[in-house]
């Protein structure tokens, strides 16, 4: 009985050991792993006690790394890591035995100029040459009067007076020198548009929400004028502008476009086209065409002298808000809720460049400082200058939203209409 006893004891303690060992008791699983690093190709076996790779005709191959282990990477030019805002990023090893794509990672990209920072990570930031014809100091002053959104902004010609249009119900005329209101003009509805006539500097057209109404404004004698009822659009008045040579139009979410005759107040014609609400319109600089922009996600060219719809760019994924000629180029920017800003080419209706950005709600081009800007939902204002490969400028709003961006005429000042209610002036400090 002892002896049976003894025997068995024996059996269990080789039995435990034995398991200890099948368990990874004395390593020999790891220290095997660490001998096999991953090689380029293999399948993954589990052979029980260890991890092996093997090629196709069943021959062990070596691995590139273990299963799950963590490095760092780089793709960029190695004179750029950690130059600027340029950072490693990381790799995981696969269960195959393979390095992933490298995550996290920042290598250059464009230089964004006048945001202080080194995007393509040379070691200098905002570069002069990144941002000639752009403004390397801006001066921001902040406007308060309006007490809910300011939809739209316009200058007088000779910049010495801005407008602004307010979903309060309101139109103020600003004194740039001074800073203050000179005038307020109340509405029956919320202001949705102001254009102030090219011709002169006494008139402005202005667009009300509901009860829908285009007025015409004259400064000195504060009084307004209504155009004909019974021929006006259905639906709000979304934008009215002026032509060059005072012709106006406006744009409705009822999908229509009108021009009017301004000195007598009456239609000269409607152009239907868009299947849903437009948005924005404007003149070329000969007045000869018109380009618009439309809920239905389309941008549209029209012939103002017989009406006729002469082009259509669609491309957009979603409604497009915003739309600029671009003169001398043979191009047009539209922006769309589709994140997108698009530059197309008039003459084939061809897309050449498309920008990713936040939903940019309007665009104005300067001809003085050849740059187009763009205000945008979150708060962020876009510069592209054209005479420098469309480099990519960046102002911020702080994170309140844009409704109308329009540089001055003589390019010194940019103003933006935003939701809180301000207007706010980025002016540029730099000489000349």
Same mark, same amino acid.
């Given at each position: 009985?002892?002896?049976?006893?003894?025997?068995?004891?024996? #059996?269990?303690?080789?039995?435990?050991?034995?398991?200890f060992?099948?368990l990874?008791?004395?390593?020999?699983?790891?220290?095997?792993?660490?001998k096999?690093?991953?090689?380029?190709?293999?399948?993954?076996?589990?052979?029980?006690?260890?991890?092996?790779?093997?090629?196709?005709?069943?021959?062990?191959?070596k691995?590139q790394c273990?299963p799950n282990?963590?490095r760092?990477?780089?793709?960029?030019?190695?004179?750029?890591?950690?130059v600027?805002?340029?950072r490693?990023?990381?790799q995981?090893?696969?269960?195959?035995g393979?390095?992933g794509?490298?995550?996290?990672?920042?290598?250059?990209?464009? #230089?964004?100029?006048?945001?202080?920072?080194?995007?393509?990570?040379?070691?200098?930031?905002?570069?002069k040459?990144?941002?000639?014809?752009?403004?390397?100091q801006?001066?921001?002053?902040?406007?308060?009067?309006h007490k809910?959104e300011?939809?739209?902004?316009s200058w007088?010609?000779?910049?010495?007076?801005?407008?602004?249009?307010?979903?309060d119900?309101?139109?103020?005329?600003?004194?740039?020198?001074?800073?203050?209101?000179v005038n307020?003009?109340?509405h029956?509805?919320?202001?949705?548009?102001v254009?102030?006539?090219p011709?002169?500097?006494?008139?402005?057209a202005?667009?009300?929400?509901?009860p829908?109404?285009l007025?015409?404004?004259?400064v000195?004698l504060q009084?307004?004028?209504?155009?004909a009822?019974?021929?006006?659009?259905?639906?709000?008045i979304f934008?009215?502008?002026?032509?060059?040579?005072?012709?106006?139009?406006?744009?409705?979410?009822?999908?229509t476009?009108k021009?009017?005759?301004? #000195?007598k107040?009456?239609?000269?014609?409607?152009?239907?086209?868009?299947?849903?609400?437009?948005f924005h319109?404007?003149?070329?600089?000969?007045?000869?065409?018109?380009?618009?922009?439309?809920?239905?996600?389309?941008?549209?060219?029209w012939?103002?002298?017989?009406?006729s719809?002469?082009?259509?760019?669609?491309?957009?994924?979603s409604?497009?808000?915003?739309v600029?000629?671009i003169?001398?180029?043979?191009?047009?920017?539209?922006?769309?809720?589709?994140?997108?800003v698009?530059?197309?080419?008039?003459?084939?209706?061809?897309?050449?460049?498309?920008?990713?950005?936040?939903?940019?709600?309007d665009?104005f081009?300067?001809?003085?400082k050849?740059?187009?800007?763009g205000?945008?939902?979150?708060?962020?204002?876009?510069?592209?200058?054209?005479?420098n490969?469309?480099?990519?400028?960046?102002?911020s709003?702080y994170?309140?939203g844009?409704?109308?961006a329009?540089?001055s005429?003589?390019?010194?000042s940019?103003?933006?209409?935003?939701?809180?209610?301000?207007?706010?002036l980025?002016?540029?400090?730099?000489?000349?």
């Amino acid at each position: 009985m002892k002896h049976y006893l003894l025997a068995s004891l024996v #059996e269990a303690v080789f039995l435990l050991s034995w398991g200890f060992l099948l368990l990874g008791g004395d390593s020999f699983l790891v220290t095997q792993q660490e001998k096999y690093p991953y090689g380029e190709h293999g399948v993954y076996r589990d052979g029980g006690f260890r991890k092996e790779f093997f090629d196709d005709l069943g021959k062990e191959i070596k691995p590139q790394c273990l299963p799950n282990t963590k490095r760092s990477c780089y793709s960029g030019s190695t004179s750029t890591k950690h130059v600027g805002i340029c950072r490693s990023g990381w790799q995981i090893c696969n269960g195959e035995g393979e390095w992933g794509g490298c995550q996290d990672e920042i290598i250059p990209g464009q #230089e964004v100029c006048v945001d202080k920072l080194d995007n393509d990570c040379d070691g200098k930031v905002d570069e002069k040459e990144c941002c000639r014809s752009c403004c390397s100091q801006w001066r921001r002053t902040v406007l308060k009067g309006h007490k809910r959104e300011v939809n739209s902004l316009s200058w007088r010609k000779d910049d010495k007076f801005l407008a602004s249009a307010s979903r309060d119900k309101t139109l103020r005329i600003w004194d740039i020198q001074s800073r203050k209101t000179v005038n307020t003009f109340s509405h029956s509805s919320g202001v949705m548009s102001v254009s102030w006539n090219p011709l002169g500097i006494d008139m402005l057209a202005v667009s009300t929400w509901y009860p829908s109404e285009l007025l015409l404004w004259r400064v000195s004698l504060q009084t307004s004028q209504k155009f004909a009822n019974p021929n006006n659009h259905v639906r709000p008045i979304f934008h009215v502008t002026f032509s060059k040579d005072g012709h106006l139009v406006s744009s409705s979410l009822d999908g229509t476009i009108k021009l009017w005759n301004v #000195e007598k107040r009456f239609l000269i014609r409607t152009l239907p086209g868009h299947k849903q609400g437009v948005f924005h319109t404007f003149f070329s600089l000969d007045g000869t065409k018109l380009l618009s922009s439309g809920f239905d996600g389309t941008v549209k060219i029209w012939d103002t002298a017989t009406g006729s719809l002469t082009k259509t760019f669609s491309g957009h994924q979603s409604a497009v808000y915003g739309v600029q000629w671009i003169p001398g180029t043979g191009l047009i920017a539209s922006s769309s809720t589709d994140h997108t800003v698009k530059i197309w080419e008039e003459s084939s209706g061809k897309v050449i460049k498309t920008f990713s950005v936040d939903w940019v709600t309007d665009m104005f081009f300067s001809q003085k400082k050849s740059i187009l800007v763009g205000g945008s939902h979150n708060g962020n204002i876009y510069l592209w200058n054209i005479n420098n490969g469309w480099s990519l400028h960046h102002l911020s709003n702080y994170g309140v939203g844009v409704n109308s961006a329009v540089f001055s005429n003589n390019g010194k000042s940019l103003a933006v209409g935003s939701y809180d209610g301000t207007v706010v002036l980025f002016e540029c400090l730099d000489p000349g």
